[in-house]
């Protein structure tokens, strides 16, 4: 019998070429292939059952029945797109990776950053780490992009390919991008929090949480209103860096008030180095700054 693997990403990478070699289509159908994998590998104690539970508040659940089995439940009130999918994939990784832990979890996901409601931060960013190899292989995301320019359109379009949120999808490329880009989320005129890819982070560009909204982004997110902008604009150093230019292109959350800046640096150089970096990890990541 093959072992299986022992980290969320392994795990995800596994069952999302799984998944494509058996010739399906995305997005992963968790509800399809968590309950198919389950019953050959864990015989004993399987995903019985994925249904909706109806308890607002909590967008995700897992846990073990009478019988010996588990069940996924979700909350299908949700409405923001790909969130539903990706809980399936979190609650999913809890199974895989926690379910000697405890025998119930919990989840609520509003917020990729809000987890201060939980006390085990470790175990749900490993549970959205998980969620993220499963549903957004990275070889298929670079097909998806090659030789594209990276607009709101086209990561909206691989949102819609996979399943997921608009938030959920960014990450993960920012995860993996060559290029020098940031993503940040801003209610009433300050920054909730924001995400630079590696090589944006080298050049220095997080911006912490608080610090205000450059201005002239303001005046354009009035201007624009409650639409999807995908024209990005090419603002000049000082703006969101102290020495480099940027393409700034904004989208205001349907749901939650919020609006997400892509902000692009196309000036940046990569700096050479030949240290081995590690795959940056996103999700843990972020729930390592929401900690502070
Ligand atoms: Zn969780």
Redesign the pocket.
């Known amino acids: 019998m093959t072992s299986n693997p022992k980290t969320p990403s392994a795990w995800g990478i596994e069952l999302s070429k799984l998944w494509m070699v058996c010739g399906q289509n995305f997005p992963v159908d968790v509800k399809q292939i968590a309950p198919e994998v389950t019953k050959t590998r864990f015989p004993d104690e399987p995903v019985g059952i994925i249904k909706a539970h109806g308890i607002t508040g909590i967008d995700?659940m897992?846990s073990k029945r009478k019988k010996g089995d588990w069940c996924i439940s979700y909350d299908d009130t949700v409405t923001v797109p790909g969130r539903i999918n990706f809980t399936l994939g979190?609650?999913f990784?809890?199974y895989l990776l926690h379910r000697k832990l405890r025998e119930e979890?919990?989840?609520?996901?509003g917020d990729m950053l809000d987890y201060e409601s939980?006390e085990?931060k470790k175990?749900?960013s490993e549970?959205?780490n998980f969620a993220s190899y499963l549903l957004m292989p990275i070889n298929d995301f670079r097909e998806q992009i090659q030789g594209q320019a990276v607009t709101l359109d086209l990561l909206g379009h691989c949102a819609e390919r996979y399943g997921t949120s608009f938030t959920a999808t960014a990450l993960k490329w920012l995860e993996f991008t060559e290029k020098a880009a940031l993503l940040v989320v801003a209610r009433d005129h300050f920054i909730c929090w924001s995400y630079p890819s590696k090589l944006a982070s080298k050049r220095g560009t997080y911006l912490r949480p608080g610090t205000p909204v450059p201005q002239s982004a303001l005046d354009r997110l009035n201007h624009v209103g409650t639409k999807r902008v995908n024209q990005s604009c090419r603002v000049s150093q000082g703006i969101w860096h102290s020495e480099m230019e940027a393409e700034e292109s904004v989208i205001i959350s349907d749901n939650f008030d919020l609006a997400i800046f892509l902000v692009q640096f196309p000036t940046a150089k990569r700096i050479i180095d030949h240290e081995e970096e590690e795959i940056q990890d996103t999700f843990t990541v972020l729930s390592n700054r929401a900690q502070g």
Request: with cysteine; hydrophobic share 25%; charged share 10%.
């Open positions: 995700g897992l979190h609650e990784g809890h979890f919990q989840c609520g996901q939980t085990s175990l749900e549970a959205n």
